[in-house]
Every structure is written in C-alpha cells, then in structure tokens.
C-alpha cells in the first residue's frame, strides 16, 4: 500500500516554471518507479515523465528539453520542474507508483497565453 500526495500546481503565464512534488507514505518498494501522467479537460491521461530506481528517466516528445524529472529517496518525494511552460501544457498532473500501481489525487496546472 502506498498513498501519493501531489501539490506544487498553480496558475502560471506562458514561459513561466512550476515544480510538481510528489510525496510519498508506505511502502519503499512503491517508490522504486515512479510516473507523472496529466489530463486536460476532454482529453485522455497521457504519460509525462517517469524514473526508475536506477535513476534512468524518460519523457514525452511534448515535455523533452523543458521538464525534468528528479527523485529525493531520503524524503520519498518525486518532482517534475515544468519550464518555459505553454497553453498546452495545461492539465491536472497525477503521479503514479509504477510497482504498485496506485495513483495520488492530481494537482492543477493552468498555463495562460
């Protein structure tokens, strides 16, 4: 069992950053590969990043070069620092336990032009 509680989201203007945490309680075992996923109003969840517990990352063509995605094992916690942030990048980002399969809540990122 593990729960995931994402904050960090907010309101941003286009160009602007944003960094997503991700914390985690239980199991360490459900830390050992995690993923950002996000959906927008009318759209399916898409995969945005993840890491696995070699430290190996991987990214959506639509994020490369712009987000980066980091692990504090110590603080079980997961981030996504979001930069030069567009329109399109508005959704609600979830994180997920890849291992356990268990998703947190979401948090709200709004990118205005």
């Known amino acids: 069992q593990v729960q995931l509680v994402e904050y960090g989201g907010g309101s941003v203007q286009a160009g602007g950053s944003l960094r997503l945490s991700c914390d985690a309680y239980g199991y360490t075992y459900c830390m050992h590969d995690m993923s950002w996923y996000r959906q927008a109003p009318g759209k399916e969840r898409e995969f945005v990043s993840a890491?696995?517990?070699?430290?190996?990352?991987t990214y959506a063509d639509s994020v490369k070069g712009r987000f980066t995605i980091s692990q504090d094992n110590a603080k079980a916690t997961v981030y996504l620092h979001m930069n030069n942030l567009k329109p399109e990048d508005t959704a609600m980002y979830y994180c997920k336990s890849v291992p356990c399969d268990y998703w947190g809540q979401g948090t709200q990122v709004t990118v205005s032009s």
């Open positions: 890491i696995d517990s070699n430290g190996r990352t």
